[in-house]
């Protein structure tokens, strides 16, 4: 707690512990947290990661990009306290951790990261006034919607190297496999799908942000890692190919969906844990919709199925279950 007061008393103090803090808030609500320290770990979560792909330079675009962001913010709107919580900063974490995944890493990459974390910002603004009628969160759209654009703009302008996007294909169908695996591989997918919310596939990583949820909050750690375990059963039971469920891409975005729908109902008793996880094994259905989808096109659904799904029931909920808003 002394800790937390001198940490509190630096910022107070000082304009540069104050935007760090803002920076560290901004990538720790990329799971819908306010915590400086989750936000810390997460930035190591998303450097083990990294290394561990071989791909260094996300480290520097997840930093850049909520930095960024959030001097953008601090330019373009008038919040302070949105500002102060890092609620203009998650969107340009994630537009930076994606772009540098998908794009070689070249000096011109940098200037599309920092142009893309301005542009996600000016989404945020203009979603949050187009949405303020269903009074709906923007969630990830702003970063979803930015980086599919620099995506494909990837194929027609040759600065912009594309070299981790999906090669543009049919669906085809897969056969149901013939088994299903141990607990310790679901354990292990779950973790993996908790480390894909960053864009990588790693326990480490995975331990990390639940480490960093746990910091913040025992309830959403505990909230993630059922939603994940859930969705991977689902994806299972449903049929889903082995691979992408064992990288956890049927994971994160049904993570992502529990921890958003957790912090809108408190206290969450059965009916609403029951709602929450309705969600998720939707989320895992919104996902292969949206691979199937987007597969000719060669990019990725990103956090999309998240999104979707969170507004349908967000909308939806003063019908099902009386909300409080936090």
């Known amino acids: 707690m002394d800790k937390i007061l001198l940490w509190d008393a630096l910022r107070a103090r000082h ?25 810390l770990l997460f930035f190591i979560a998303i450097a083990v ?6 791909l260094p330079q996300v480290v520097i675009g997840s930093l850049l990009g909520t930095v960024v962001a959030t001097l953008s913010a601090a330019w373009l709107v008038n919040e302070r306290e949105t500002l102060r919580a890092g609620l203009y900063g998650y969107n340009g974490c994630l537009v930076g951790t994606a772009l540098p995944t998908f794009l070689q890493a070249t000096p011109f990459l940098w200037v599309v990261v920092i142009f893309s974390g301005v542009i996600s910002v000016i989404v945020t603004v ?22 599919w654009i620099v995506l494909l703009a990837s194929y027609p302008f040759g600065q912009l190297h594309h070299i981790g996007l999906p090669a543009p294909a049919m669906p085809s169908n897969y056969e149901l496999a013939d088994s299903y695996p141990g607990m310790l591989p679901i354990i292990t997918s779950a973790l993996h799908g908790a480390s894909q919310v960053f864009l990588s596939s790693n326990a480490p990583e995975g331990l ?9 909050s025992l309830r959403a ?43 809108v109902y408190k206290p969450s008793g059965w009916h609403v844990l029951g709602y929450i996880f309705i969600g998720v094994i939707f989320t895992v259905l919104v996902q292969g919709a949206f691979n199937t989808l987007l597969v000719p096109l060669g ?28």
Do not use: H
């Not at 104050?18 to 990329?30: I, N, P, Y």
């Not at 990661?49 to 071989?54: D, L, M, Q, T, V």
């Open 15 to 39: 304009r540069s512990v104050a935007f760090v803090d803002m920076v560290l808030r901004g990538c720790s609500q990329v799971m819908f947290q306010n915590n400086p320290l989750t936000g």
């Open 49 to 54: 990661g990294a290394y561990g792909e071989g």
């Open 126 to 147: 203009g979603l949050k006034k187009l949405l303020r009628t269903w009074d709906v969160s923007v969630l990830t759209a702003p970063f979803v919607l930015t980086t």
């Open 208 to 216: 990390l942000v639940m480490l960093g949820l746990a910091v913040s």
């Open 221 to 263: 750690m505990l909230l993630a890692l059922m939603a994940a375990l859930l969705a991977v059963a689902a994806a299972l039971l449903i049929g889903a190919a082995p691979q992408p469920v064992s990288s956890g891409l049927y994971v994160f975005s049904a993570v992502l969906t529990a921890l958003a729908l957790g912090s």
């Open 299 to 326: 990019i990725p659904p990103l956090t999309m199925p998240f999104v979707v799904t969170c507004w349908l029931f967000l909308i939806a909920n003063p019908n099902v279950i009386p909300t409080t808003q936090s």
